[in-house]
């Protein structure tokens, strides 16, 4: 049957297209968000990548770096299994017996030959420094006398960082230094000649402590004007000490040619580092078509040695080097590229598909949905739908998402990061506040005082049972003034440090206390102000305004150049009514942040890590004097932790805090660290991704939208299953009904191909065969009907003798009727009269045995639960003449004649059965006397008032019920009294 209605075609159609249309336009605007956000992310990581390897080649433009570097190719060559790992190992303690011996400084010396360089001295130390090999350039041999005394100095210097390194790094002392005794005259001997011996031969500038694996730059006039660079390298373990190297090179020896090639060289594949000059100054970012460029100028170091170069060999200076730049390029992210093409295979896609279901809609529109395949089939088909489409649809998003999510895992990790660093700088700010606590503790014991000397010992030491232990902890030097101008400068342990410990408190002390009108000294004005103006050389107006601390409050001394440097300004009435002025030092974290610190990393994994399922952070302290950093470091396994010691250099370069974020082998690094003015601990902290948990992170974040995906898919294999299953037994529902509802013949047009097709045959056989059946009924008597539906075929053929009532009927007239008028006209007068006859008789259950022209003849049977057949006969006469009554106020209504006719009752017995050929046509109907007798009662009735007469079998058989007056000796006249 089909759909006739193309408004709800349309709207099916229509819906569909909103079915598909709709996650292709998700996924298309969420493809280009994940594209627009990854390649804001992608360069954003580029820019910052360009910015540090700009960093990074101007790092090595500078001769400390290139020497460094050129040192640690050496070291590889002929030292290539030692390394920073050994400080984590348990090696044999013979270790470097064969290594740091006397051939070591010549191996050196040809290994930096071969890189070009020309060192000024090579010391070696051998393992627990029990002898000393040296080799020395002539400009040191000529400028040194005693070289044997010098490398033993610079042994010393190797082995005081080794003694450092190892008690940084294993929280102990070295055992053996206090077992051996050439050790300690070893030591001795260093410690007394080390300072003068250094001044005499290298430089007389500074004083300087040697790094490990450090390059230091010291200006020196011994071999010109020019710099002096040194490094040393300690190979130590847990076992002993066993040995190390230290290496001079002269300025003069370092080619600027060789720094530039060598820092361009080490730039990664995709960074094409080079120095070119351009007509005219550029700096910063700049995009095309290939991909991105950074210009940056040269560093200072650079052609400052460039110059000395230049001016060593006598060579003219250009003048033009501010054309010189860094060009730092690099094409797009791969990734990017990878993402556009995905992209553009999914509009390809999705216009395909669109267009495919354009020309599917409108075959439908015009032929209908056949789709030539079993039931089964599109069930397997749409079992596949389920399955296919919400997994694929699934790992597309997670794709998608993964790829676009990278902000949101560089934002988690970043965060985790952060609150560890702010973890502990709230830790450190609770250990400034102990500080706080002592500076409070002095003026309150000032307060307490009740004498009038300026006593340090009474005014501090006054508790019973105090040893001052925080005292030492928590302050340095003090210097307290009194109202007379008294002054005393003391130790943490109250013992005196003499008038003259510190001149310039000496005069600024005092000009405070007096801008507060509390100093009643009377001394020389003149030799005051004098002092005070001597004196602004080094603390003017406005420092002094800047940093003389505020009362009882820590910040920056300003008698001191260090940042970390702190003092409180104190100012307290004793009991006795006088005020004394306090300066105390608090200590800048030798002892009280390293107290802290070092008990925290005794669980380390507690303190310096934090883990979740999605991202690990390691963090590190260390402390710093100016901008320096110290050899300890918390926890000490992050001492040799390449990337926090890049993230520390990064401190120390840009002096300030700040984060970043490094894309590295397909994860998220973060790198947080925090430097604060006037404080000693400096902290670096480093995030890493856990690739699975992020995967779960990602997905976590899209379930909402699988979610929501997952609605759509349900609704679209809703309509396809309600299109294939749904739909067809809807169509036959419907054709049943109409069945129901009596209007046979009712034709299903084929819609498929599958078992539908064959159901569809059935129903269509099915409806034209009750077809036929019901017209059938019309031409052949109900009681043949009845029969042959109750019966088999051989029961049919039987005939019997029954007991029935007889009525039979015509139209008076009806010749001279037919003779006026047409054939058609005839006919519907006879349709018509019968029409209303037939109901009279079916109502009382009566059959119509069969038409005669104009005459009816229709038969009562005997039937359990109704009334006797003669009973039923009369009531349909009575009933015959009024549907003739009505009939015929119609007509006259209508214009045309009225009509006539006659009914004979007739009740006895007769043959009934199916009477006809054996091969062809039947009839079911009755045979004797009694149909004959009952025309000739109908005949009679033109004699009769009420044109109905009854036998006498009818009339004794119905008496008392009806009205009947004797016609004749044969037959009664009934009579409707109603």
């Known amino acids: 049957m089909r759909d006739s209605g193309n408004i709800k075609l349309f709207t099916m159609l229509l819906a569909g297209l909103v079915v598909l249309a709709a996650p292709l336009w998700f996924f298309n605007n969420l493809i280009e968000t994940a594209l627009h956000r990854s390649e804001d992310s992608a360069m954003g990581l580029l820019r910052e990548k360009l910015l540090q390897e700009s960093e990074r080649v101007k790092e090595l433009m500078t001769p400390a770096a290139y020497i460094k570097e050129t040192i640690k190719e050496a070291h590889k060559t002929i030292l290539p299994e030692v390394n920073q790992n050994l400080i984590k190992l348990t090696p044999d303690k013979d270790f470097g017996q064969e290594i740091f011996n006397d051939q070591m400084p010549l191996k050196m010396l040809k290994a930096l030959h071969d890189l070009a360089l020309e060192p000024l001295y090579i010391t070696v130390a051998s393992p627990e420094f029990s002898d000393v090999h040296y080799w020395f350039g002539s400009e040191l041999l000529r400028q040194c006398q005693e070289p044997e005394n010098l490398a033993s100095v610079m042994a010393y210097q190797l082995m005081s960082t080794s003694l450092s390194l190892y008690e940084q790094y294993y929280q102990n002392q070295w055992p053996l230094l206090s077992l051996s005794e050439n050790l300690r005259k070893f030591g001795n001997f260093g410690f007394a000649n080390s300072s003068w011996m250094g001044f005499t031969y290298l430089n007389r500038y500074s004083e300087f402590?040697?790094?490990?694996?450090?390059?230091?730059?010291?200006?020196?006039?011994?071999?010109?004007?020019?710099?002096?660079?040194?490094?040393?390298?300690?190979?130590?373990?847990?076992?002993?000490?066993?040995?190390?190297?230290?290496?001079?090179?002269?300025?003069?020896?370092?080619?600027?040619?060789?720094?530039?090639?060598?820092?361009?060289?080490?730039?990664?594949?995709?960074?094409?580092?080079?120095?070119?000059?351009?007509?005219?100054?550029?700096?910063?970012?700049?995009?095309?078509d290939n991909g991105l460029e950074f210009f940056d100028r040269p560093p200072t170091g650079f052609w400052n040695h460039f110059f000395f170069k230049q001016r060593l060999f006598k060579k003219k200076i250009p003048s033009n080097i501010d054309s010189y730049h860094i060009r730092l390029r690099a094409s797009q992210p791969e990734e990017i590229n990878?993402?556009?093409?995905?992209?553009?295979?999914?509009?390809?896609?999705?216009?395909?598909?669109?267009?495919?279901?354009?020309?599917?809609?409108?075959?439908?529109?015009?032929?209908?949905?056949?789709?030539?395949?079993?039931?089964?089939?599109?069930?397997?088909?749409?079992?596949?739908?389920?399955?296919?489409?919400?997994?694929?649809?699934?790992?597309?998003?997670?794709?998608?998402?993964?790829?676009?999510?990278?902000?949101?895992?560089?934002?988690?990790?970043?965060?985790?990061?952060?609150?560890?660093?702010?973890?502990?700088?709230?830790?450190?700010?609770?250990?400034?506040?102990?500080?706080?606590?002592?500076?409070?503790?002095?003026?309150?014991?000032?307060?307490?005082?009740?004498?009038?000397?300026?006593?340090?010992?009474?005014?501090?030491?006054?508790?019973?049972?105090?040893?001052?232990?925080?005292?030492?902890?928590?302050?340095?030097?003090?210097?307290?003034?009194?109202?007379?101008?008294?002054?005393?400068?003391?130790?943490?342990?109250?013992?005196?440090?003499?008038?003259?410990?510190?001149?310039?408190?000496?005069?600024?002390?005092?000009?405070?206390?007096?801008?507060?009108?509390?100093?009643?000294?009377?001394?020389?004005?003149?030799?005051?102000?004098?002092?005070?103006?001597?004196?602004?050389?080094?603390?003017?107006?406005?420092?002094?305004?800047?940093?003389?601390?505020?009362?009882?409050?820590?910040?920056?001394?300003?008698?001191?150049?260090?940042?970390?440097?702190?003092?409180?300004?104190?100012?307290?009435?004793?009991?006795?009514?006088?005020?004394?002025?306090?300066?105390?030092?608090?200590?800048?974290?030798?002892?009280?942040?390293?107290?802290?610190?070092?008990?925290?990393?005794?669980?380390?994994?507690?303190?310096?890590?934090?883990?979740?399922?999605?991202?690990?952070?390691?963090?590190?302290?260390?402390?710093?004097r100016q901008y320096y950093v110290s050899m300890y470091a918390w926890p000490s396994s992050t001492l040799l932790n390449d990337e926090m010691l890049e993230s520390f250099r990064w401190l120390l370069e840009t002096k300030d805090s700040g984060r970043r974020i490094i894309h590295r082998d397909g994860g998220i690094k973060t790198n947080a660290w925090n430097l604060r003015p006037q404080r000693a601990a400096i902290f670096a902290a480093i995030g890493q991704n856990r690739g699975k948990g992020i995967g779960q992170f990602a997905i976590s974040m899209i379930f909402p939208v699988l979610a929501g995906y997952a609605v759509l898919v349900v609704m679209v294999l809703s309509l396809l299953f309600a299109e294939f299953i749904i739909k067809p037994v809807k169509i036959f529902s419907e054709g049943i009904q109409r069945l129901s509802n009596e209007e046979y013949g009712v034709i299903i047009d084929k819609f498929s191909g599958d078992e539908f097709s064959q159901m569809t045959s059935a129903f269509n056989k099915m409806s034209a065969a009750l077809r036929q059946r019901e017209m059938i009924k019309r031409l052949v008597s109900a009681r043949l009907v009845e029969q042959v539906e109750s019966t088999d075929a051989t029961t049919a053929a039987r005939t019997e003798k029954v007991c029935i009532s007889v009525v039979a009927s015509d139209i008076r007239g009806f010749t001279s009727i037919s003779e006026k008028f047409t054939p058609s006209e005839v006919v519907e007068l006879l349709n018509t009269y019968f029409t209303a006859?037939?109901?009279?008789?079916?109502?009382?259950?009566?059959?119509?045995?069969?038409?005669?022209?104009?005459?009816?003849?229709?038969?009562?049977?005997?039937?359990?639960?109704?009334?006797?057949?003669?009973?039923?006969?009369?009531?349909?006469?009575?009933?015959?003449?009024?549907?003739?009554?009505?009939?015929?106020?119609?007509?006259?209504?209508?214009?045309?004649?009225?009509?006539?006719?006659?009914?004979?009752?007739?009740?006895?017995?007769?043959?009934?059965?199916?009477?006809g050929s054996e091969t062809g046509r039947k009839d079911f109907t009755i045979i004797g006397r009694i149909t004959e007798r009952a025309a000739q009662l109908e005949a009679a009735t033109v004699n009769a008032k009420s044109r109905i007469l009854v036998c006498n079998s009818t009339q004794i058989t119905v008496a008392g019920n009806f009205a009947l007056t004797r016609h004749d000796d044969v037959s009664w006249e009934l009579s409707d009294v109603g």
């Open 338 to 624: 990878a993402f556009r093409k995905i992209h553009k295979a999914f509009r390809l896609l999705a216009g395909g598909l669109l267009l495919l279901y354009a020309m599917a809609a409108i075959h439908y529109w015009l032929f209908g949905l056949s789709l030539q395949s079993s039931i089964r089939r599109k069930l397997v088909l749409l079992l596949a739908g389920i399955i296919f489409i919400p997994v694929a649809g699934s790992g597309l998003l997670a794709f998608i998402s993964l790829k676009g999510s990278d902000r949101v895992i560089e934002n988690h990790v970043m965060e985790k990061t952060m609150a560890l660093l702010h973890e502990f700088i709230l830790y450190d700010d609770e250990n400034e506040n102990r500080s706080q606590l002592a500076m409070l503790e002095i003026k309150r014991r000032i307060e307490n005082y009740e004498g009038n000397k300026l006593d340090q010992v009474k005014i501090l030491g006054s508790q019973a049972g105090d040893n001052l232990e925080w005292l030492r902890k928590l302050t340095g030097q003090h210097s307290m003034l009194a109202q007379d101008g008294s002054i005393i400068h003391f130790a943490p342990n109250l013992s005196n440090n003499g008038r003259d410990s510190h001149k310039l408190l000496d005069i600024i002390l005092p000009k405070y206390f007096a801008n507060l009108g509390l100093l009643k000294k009377r001394g020389n004005f003149l030799s005051d102000t004098f002092a005070l103006g001597l004196s602004e050389d080094f603390i003017s107006p406005s420092r002094e305004e800047s940093r003389l601390p505020h009362e009882s409050t820590l910040q920056q001394e300003i008698s001191h150049t260090l940042d970390t440097s702190r003092a409180a300004t104190i100012i307290a009435q004793t009991r006795g009514g006088n005020f004394i002025n306090v300066f105390s030092r608090a200590k800048d974290g030798d002892i009280n942040t390293h107290a802290y610190l070092s008990e925290f990393a005794e669980n380390s994994q507690k303190w310096f890590a934090r883990s979740d399922p999605y991202c690990d952070i390691e963090l590190s302290a260390r402390l710093r």
């Open 209 to 288: 402590i040697l790094p490990h694996d450090t390059v230091v730059e010291k200006f020196t006039d011994y071999y010109g004007r020019q710099s002096l660079y040194y490094y040393a390298y300690n190979c130590l373990s847990r076992v002993t000490l066993h040995g190390g190297y230290q290496i001079g090179i002269l300025q003069e020896s370092v080619s600027a040619r060789a720094i530039l090639r060598s820092a361009l060289s080490r730039s990664p594949k995709e960074i094409n580092v080079s120095l070119v000059q351009l007509p005219k100054a550029r700096s910063g970012f700049f995009t095309n």
């Open 837 to 915: 006859m037939e109901k009279a008789i079916s109502e009382n259950h009566g059959v119509i045995d069969k038409y005669i022209g104009d005459a009816i003849q229709a038969v009562f049977y005997e039937q359990p639960g109704l009334a006797c057949s003669a009973e039923r006969a009369c009531h349909t006469a009575l009933a015959m003449r009024r549907q003739l009554q009505e009939l015929n106020q119609q007509r006259t209504e209508m214009g045309l004649f009225p009509l006539e006719n006659g009914i004979g009752i007739v009740t006895g017995t007769a043959v009934s059965g199916s009477i």
